[in-house]
């Protein structure tokens, strides 16, 4: 439930980084105030918007950059007992492990135990069966 509420938290603050960010002006932005260019009248003053949304938006990293910090220590030092509820996996068994008898060197005798006369036999007769059904295809 601490999770679910922390994710809520750390998506609204992502969004209201977002919004303040581009709401504020650029540094360019106060050259063109000095030819008339920008109002100077505002809702919080001259300077008053510049002084609130860059400390909001300085409160709201601080907050994300801790959510963050806390949602990975969270994460890392026991966020989940060890016996956790796996759901529908928890009906399938554990797979048994059975060692392997044969030793390696055996491997390759096995390999050679292929007779060879059977392999060109089945070549032989996949290249005759291949020649029966183009001789009806030459006929028309």
């Known amino acids: 439930m601490l999770m679910i509420v922390l994710n809520v938290i750390y998506v609204l603050v992502a ?3 977002i919004a303040l960010i581009l709401l504020q002006r650029g540094s360019g932005a106060a050259a063109g105030s ?3 260019a920008g109002a100077s009248g505002t809702v919080f003053g001259a300077r008053g918007a510049a002084n ?5 938006t300085k409160w709201l990293g601080v907050a994300f950059f801790s959510i963050s910090m806390f949602m ?3 994460a890392t030092h026991g966020g989940r007992a060890e016996g956790s509820d796996l759901g529908v996996m928890a009906q399938v068994p554990a797979a ?4 392997v008898s044969a030793p390696a060197a055996t491997v390759p005798a096995a390999a050679a135990a292929v007779e060879p006369a059977a392999v ?3 070549a032989e007769t996949a290249v005759s069966s291949e020649e029966t059904a ?4 030459q006929n028309d």
């Open 34 to 36: 000095g030819f008339g």
């Open 72 to 74: 990975a220590w969270y």
């Open 15 to 17: 969004i209201a980084m």
């Open 120 to 122: 060109p036999a089945q």
């Open 134 to 137: 183009e001789k009806p295809a």
């Open 96 to 99: 048994e492990v059975q060692p």
């Open 52 to 56: 609130f949304m860059s400390k909001t």
